[in-house]
């Protein structure tokens, strides 16, 4: 028996109860995973019915993130766990709250999208939506992972692509002011478009967070704030 | 080890359910080797300091080659699972283990640079200044101020009976056991609930002023309320004595002690603060018996 997953304690129901909420953050992240690739082709096709089911969608998240920290109050009171098994519940405790998050964002580009459609399309900015998307999409998809193979190297990856993403919003917004300035008319619209890449931002930044979560579970250190090259130490550490 | 990206909801459970991981080789290859303490054994000022103690009942070795520090006004919590020799060690620190005919203790325990296993060293002044607390309360079947007094008077720490009485009352308070007995000082120590016997126990350890206390498993016979208190007690009592407590109480130790050391098979396997013990321990060992895994 590997002592690394939950398993293996003397009360086999104390085991249980880790696999079962590990489960519910597993199925909350194929979820989210799934609003957020929603989200990002209703804004890319136009498409006001798939981004009204993502809006719909986002109060399963809601109720997902009650029950898992329910479930995580109840093993911290019943278990009063140590050591490994302390930092699983934190850190699905934590990473609850950025995948929470992360549906909050998938629910605003739908909006955004639901205006678009109404309105007629943005005259610019869907390159910008689609690269940084795909890049921020890529991210969550490994920051869950990690998650579940418990792997730092990866989460260490998803912490160094955040960066890169902030630099891509950055130019992006610079492009957008562009636009706005040669065609005033089209501001409403493209300030939609600004919206949902704030929103892709954050997203990329709560990967990092759990990404971060994932490598305290592991290493017992926590990362936050520390800079990518004291992480990478971290990581490295024996 | 799983590859490749995982898809659907179901096969990330599975994944989750038997990944192993790919950071913790650190302790799960020590998990057989636990001859060599993990952790910093010694301390800057120890109280006491103990080098190569091994412990034998008989022909059995019950401590195998344990060094530790005990810090000035600290207090360390020993745990590990029933026989792992938690208990034999505090008893060597007073030099209980006298008592068992069978039992032979080596190496060298100093008590402020002194060996307490020296041949000329008088034992009784000795157990003064390293008093013990047990597991269940045993009051005697004295008086409650006659429990408290019998110490002083037999060291002779008292020419008067007035300083007598102050050193009793001074006692009881600090034992947090003056309001509930003070009516009562002539009634017997018997009659009281077992958590209030146990701290007429403490309050009868500290009525000689000793510089340490060991206390072995001293809640494991009390209720809740009554464990509770004795906690409080030991964490006003860290302010003016050095502490050594075994508990099979995790909780416990997380909650009282700065430093903790895990013993297993009659091995001190690791020794830290007890925030790190308790949230990222460095052997295997120890991480499985404080989240209740097999050793």
Known sequence: MNSDNSSGHISQRFDDELDAVKSQLTEMGGIVEKQVSDAIASLLDADALLAEKVVKKDKSINTLEVSIDEDCALILARRQPAARDLRLVLSIIKTTTDLERIGDEADKMATQAINLAEEGKAPHGYVEIR??????????????DCFVRQDVELAL???QEDKAVD????????AMMTYMIEDPRSITRVMSIMWSLRALERIGDHARN?????????KGDDVRHLGLKKMAEKVHET | MPSGKITSVTEQTNQLQTAPSTGETKLANRANDYSQTVGNIRVDSPKMSMSNVDVFYGDKQAIFDVSLDIAKNEVIAMIGPSGCGKSTFLRCLNRMNDTIDICRVSGKILLEHEDIYDAKL???PLRARVGIVFQKPNPFPKSIYDNVAYGPRIHGLATSKVELDEIVETSLKRAGLWNEAKDR?????????????QRLCIARTIAVS???????????????????RIEELIDELRS?????????????????????????????VEVGKTNDIFTNPNHKLTEDYITGRFG
């Not at chain 1, 919003?169 to 610079?174: E, I, K, P, S, V």
């Open chain 1, 131 to 144: 690269h940084i998307g795909q890049h921020v999409s890529k991210m969550l998809s490994q920051a869950l």
């Open chain 2, 122 to 124: 008088d034992v009784v």
């Open chain 1, 157 to 159: 990856r998803v912490a």
């Open chain 2, 185 to 197: 000082l002539d009634q017997p120590g018997t009659g009281l609930s077992g958590g209030q016997q």
């Open chain 1, 210 to 218: 759990i990404a971060e979560h994932v490598i305290y579970l592991v």
């Open chain 1, 167 to 174: 630099l891509e919003y950055g130019t992006a917004l610079r």
């Open chain 2, 240 to 268: 003016n004595y050095t502490i050594a407590i075994v508990t099979h109480s995790m909780q416990q130790a997380a909650r009282v002690s700065n430093r903790t050391a895990y013993f297993h098979l009659g091995y001190l």
């Open chain 2, 210 to 228: 000793p510089e340490v206390i060991l206390m072995d498993e001293p809640c494991s016979a009390l209720d809740p309320i009554a464990t509770a």
